[in-house]
């Protein structure tokens, strides 16, 4: 956002009217917008998770992220609400991620306990990893301070809940081994 300096203000030069001033860039309108549906979207994978996971630990861990996600939705939702934008994706932008995985409700009940925990973790994991990617892509390309620190936490909340899955998942880790560790640049 352009400032007026002492020597503008007492001059005859026009600023552009506040909601033509704009301190963020096209990518972090992007992120922010899909930040938004992905968070979303993978609060209703922490809720599935806390509900059907027969480990406890697992459920503890899908609650911290539930409640990690409603403060990073919520400031998502302010953030573009401040700029004047409206919620929503183009779902037909063969760019806009899903990170939804395919673990149904109806899938469940007929797995096993660790197999329900395993198939719960893939899911957790999925959003996790397009959480950072999304982030990572806002710390190159996004201008606004403000997304682009709630970028940075995000990569670092789901690097360590990352780290969290990996120790509970019962069996391989999708992709073999344990979670990537993701080093900010």
Not at 115 to 129: C, K
Request: a negative charge.
């Amino acid at each position: 956002m352009r400032r007026q300096s002492s020597t503008e203000q007492e001059s005859d030069v026009v600023i552009a009217p506040a909601a033509e001033q704009r301190d963020f860039n096209d990518a972090d309108l992007r992120y922010v917008r899909r930040a938004l549906f992905a968070g979303r979207d993978a609060r209703a994978a922490s809720d599935l998770a806390a509900t059907w996971a027969n480990d406890a630990d697992v459920r503890a861990v899908a609650l911290r992220a539930r409640a990690m996600q409603e403060d990073v939705i919520g400031e998502l939702a302010s953030m573009l609400k401040g700029w004047g934008g409206r919620e929503g994706l183009d779902h037909a932008d063969p760019t806009t991620p899903s990170h939804l995985a395919a673990v149904a409700v109806s899938d469940l009940p007929p797995l096993s306990g660790t197999e329900v925990d395993r198939r719960l973790i893939e899911s957790l994991i999925a959003h996790a990893e397009g959480a950072i990617a999304s982030a990572r892509t806002e710390m190159i390309e996004g201008f606004d301070p403000a997304s682009r620190r709630v970028a940075q936490a995000t990569i670092r909340a789901n690097c360590r809940y990352l780290g969290a899955l990996g120790r509970l998942a019962p069996g391989p880790v999708p992709g073999g081994g344990t979670p990537p560790l993701v080093r900010l640049a």
